[in-house]
């Protein structure tokens, strides 16, 4: 059959556009689940052997894009490579761009848009790039919603849209008009069940970025429910693993941290696999000194948190390395050390996370803690609530000086009675603490009420749990307050009717 030269050529050309734009598809086969496992575990190295043997066979297939864009940004966050950052940039720029030329029809399509502008967003708001993070935030807002629109059964998706519903929902009521101005919604109830849907979901996608769940749910959970056994109870169920997955570990041994339990933090960075198959966290030591601090181990914290400071090239927690590591001297009655080291809080890092706020005020005040106050803080901050009650019951009121150092006396008082139960006794050194302490620079009064909030919202008393948490929400100019507001936030919310 002969064919007209022009038919000819038409013909030609529309099989080159059908192979050119027909070609792409995203398909989350066993190799990339394998190679997306390995980096949560961060095995990065491993990662990138699975990521480049499904490159090599179907190049065509577009999900190792996410794989390659979670392992950068999880070397980026850990290892605050700021100059790899604008190569970062470029590179989602490009991975969105193929992704989104893809015309195949399925649900990673839109889902792979939506994540890498997740991942581009806490790669921004981890370099303090308060725009980038915003825009981003809002693109995989608006991407996943249209996901979940879609294909509303699609398990992987309700991971990462229930997290961005779940932290919008504690925005606080004076940024709220930002969200309304970029079409955002929030609702932390709702996102975290998001998240359990996919945990508990049994389709065939249930096993795609079900670590990721198992690592963001907890947090969701003591954070912003406001429920930290729950999120203790989520994480002894047995489903983590914490000795081969690092970011499982890593979830849970700050989820005991911050709740008192160093005990058990310690026993996951001890346990933890660090044969070299996994990616070196200098963070570790940083939280291995945390935890040796709140027991008092303070030469072994002293090394962890110098060995931290020492290899260390990024910026976050330095400054509050170095005010831990000046706390330490100082309470080794060392006044030379103390002061060299609060030096260098000002002279490395930088100010972004609150710690590191509260390490340069300080710093800056001349202001050293009273030993006794420091030293009950630590032991109830890693879980002695006895030895922080008879630390606190040798003190002497008149020993207190500045009305700061009495304002923490009534703080550290409320909070180990808390701690040992005793909520009624501490309620009123909580009331004592807001009086004495609201308008100072020190976060005393503002975490008082939000965990008379917290006291309140537990024996279901929830208008007064509101009026604790508004208490808080109003107190400005003190330390911690973006993280105080977060969780008053959010505990408001929760005192809302369903």
Same mark, same amino acid.
């Given at each position: 059959m002969y064919l007209p030269r022009r038919t000819l050529l038409c013909t030609m050309l529309w099989c080159l556009s059908t192979l050119s734009f027909g070609q792409d598809r995203l398909e989350w086969n066993d190799r990339v689940q394998r190679a997306w496992e390995s980096v949560t575990s961060m095995r990065m190295a491993e990662a990138m052997a699975w990521s480049d043997a499904e490159k090599a066979k179907y190049p065509e297939n577009l999900a190792p894009l996410l $794989? !390659?864009?979670?392992?950068?940004?999880?070397? &980026?966050?850990?290892?605050? &490579?700021?100059?790899?950052?604008?190569?970062?940039? /470029?590179?989602? *720029?490009k991975r969105i761009k193929r992704i989104e030329a893809c015309r195949d029809k399925n649900p990673f399509v839109l889902f792979g848009q939506g994540l890498l502008h997740f991942?581009?967003?806490?790669?921004?708001?981890?370099?303090? !790039?308060?725009?980038n993070a915003t825009i981003e935030t809002r693109k995989a807002y608006?991407?996943?919603?249209?996901?979940?629109?879609?294909?509303?059964?699609?398990?992987?998706?309700?991971? *990462?849209?229930? $997290?961005?519903?779940?932290?919008?929902?504690?925005?606080?009521?004076?940024?709220?008009?930002i969200l309304h101005l970029f079409g955002l919604r929030g609702d932390i109830r709702k996102g975290n069940r998001m998240l359990t849907d996919h945990i508990e979901g049994r389709t065939q996608y249930a096993q795609v970025c079900r670590s990721e769940t198992l690592i963001l749910y907890?947090?969701? $959970?003591?954070?912003?429910e406001g429920d930290p056994a729950k999120s203790i109870r989520f994480?002894?169920?047995?489903?983590?693993?914490? $000795?081969?997955?690092?970011?499982?570990?890593?979830?849970?041994?700050?989820?005991?941290?911050?709740?008192?339990? %160093?005990?058990?933090?310690?026993?996951?960075?001890?346990?933890?696999?660090?044969? +070299?198959?996994?990616?070196?966290?200098?963070?570790?030591?940083?939280? +291995?000194?945390?935890?040796?601090?709140?027991?008092? +181990?303070?030469?072994?914290?002293?090394?962890?948190? @110098?060995?931290?400071? %020492? @290899?260390f090239k990024g910026e976050y927690y330095?400054? /509050?390395?170095?005010?831990?590591?000046?706390?330490?001297?100082?309470?080794?009655?060392?006044?030379?050390r103390a002061e060299g080291l609060r030096a260098m809080v000002l002279?490395?890092?930088?100010?972004? %996370? /609150?710690? !590191?706020? %509260?390490? @340069?005020?300080?710093?800056r005040s001349g202001q050293w803690?009273?030993?006794?106050?420091?030293?009950?803080?630590?032991?109830?901050?890693?879980? &002695?609530?006895?030895?922080?009650?008879?630390?606190?019951? @040798?003190? /002497?009121?008149?020993?207190?000086?500045?009305?700061?150092?009495?304002?923490?006396?009534? *703080?550290?008082?409320?909070?180990?009675?808390?701690?040992?139960?005793?909520?009624?006794?501490?309620?009123?050194? *909580?009331?004592?603490?807001?009086?004495?302490?609201n308008g100072q620079r020190e976060y005393f009064a503002a975490r008082a009420a939000l965990q008379s909030g917290l006291i309140f919202e537990e024996r279901g008393e929830l208008t007064r749990a509101a009026a604790s948490y508004g208490q808080c929400l109003e107190m400005s100019g003190h330390e911690y307050k973006n993280s105080l507001d977060q969780k008053a936030k959010a505990g408001l919310q929760r005192c809302k009717p369903e």
């Open positions: $794989v !390659d864009s979670y392992a950068e940004l999880l070397q &980026l966050f850990f290892g605050e &490579l700021r100059t790899r950052y604008p190569h970062y940039q /470029d590179m989602q *720029y991942h581009g967003a806490l790669a921004a708001i981890r370099f303090d !790039d308060k725009w608006l991407l996943l919603r249209e996901n979940q629109s879609r294909y509303p059964q699609f398990g992987p998706c309700k991971v *990462y849209f229930g $997290v961005l519903t779940s932290m919008l929902g504690a925005v606080p009521n004076g940024y709220q008009w907890p947090y969701l $959970v003591s954070v912003l994480i002894e169920k047995g489903g983590l693993d914490l $000795v081969h997955n690092h970011l499982h570990a890593f979830m849970a041994m700050n989820i005991y941290i911050n709740n008192q339990r %160093s005990e058990a933090a310690l026993r996951i960075v001890n346990g933890i696999d660090t044969s +070299r198959a996994y990616l070196p966290i200098p963070f570790w030591d940083f939280e +291995r000194g945390h935890i040796y601090l709140n027991l008092f +181990r303070l030469k072994e914290a002293q090394a962890a948190l @110098t060995r931290f400071v %020492s @290899t330095i400054r /509050d390395a170095y005010e831990k590591l000046s706390w330490i001297a100082w309470l080794q009655q060392d006044t030379r002279q490395r890092g930088t100010d972004v %996370s /609150d710690a !590191d706020k %509260s390490a @340069t005020g300080n710093a803690p009273h030993p006794l106050l420091l030293k009950a803080r630590l032991l109830s901050d890693g879980g &002695l609530q006895s030895q922080a009650w008879e630390t606190l019951q @040798t003190a /002497d009121s008149r020993q207190f000086r500045t009305r700061a150092e009495r304002t923490e006396y009534c *703080y550290r008082m409320g909070r180990t009675l808390d701690l040992l139960g005793r909520k009624e006794e501490a309620l009123s050194y *909580y009331v004592q603490t807001i009086e004495q302490g």
